[in-house]
């Protein structure tokens, strides 16, 4: 007796799975670009035994990549292509050694990009969090 062939189907849904607004997960992930790009362009107050004078170089060179696929989730990039931009602003630990802040510069009060990524991350989080849930 010759047995018959399995048969499969697909399982569709009536309704989406998901409520995820792509738009608001985009938007979000943006905003939190934004706000970090605009938290390190901001100089602090330059010391007296500094004699250099600053050209603005460093807060105009700041940059974004918008949100996009990344293995399995999303991604927005911020960073400056200057070259003296670790040096100033760089991780705090971590990474390679040309990558991390100066302490001297730490020191003057100049942010580090690790540090404002997380803060502007707790404060991003809740509003990401309700984008993917669709609310």
């Known amino acids: ?17 998901v409520k995820v607004s792509l738009p608001k997960v985009f938007g979000t992930l943006t905003q ?11 100089y602090p107050a330059k010391p ?6 600053r050209t603005g170089e460093y807060g105009r060179r700041w940059t974004m990549r ?9 991604m927005v990039q ?20 040309k990558d991390r802040q100066a302490k001297s ?11 404002v990524g997380q803060d502007e991350w707790k ?3 809740p509003v990401l969090i309700a984008a993917l849930a669709g609310k």
């Open 32 to 42: 939190f670009a934004v706000a970090v790009i605009s938290k390190q362009t901001r």
């Open 1 to 17: 007796m010759a047995k018959k062939p399995f048969r499969f189907e697909p399982i569709r849904p009536k309704k989406p799975v």
């Open 105 to 115: 510069t730490a020191a003057i009060g100049w942010t580090s990009v690790e540090i």
């Open 66 to 74: 918008p949100p996009r696929p990344h293995k399995l989730g999303l």
């Open 123 to 125: 404060k991003i989080r």
């Open 48 to 53: 007296a035994r500094i004699k250099r004078r």
């Open 78 to 97: 911020v960073g400056s292509n200057l070259e003296y931009a670790p040096y100033v602003g760089g991780l705090k630990k971590g990474g390679k050694k």
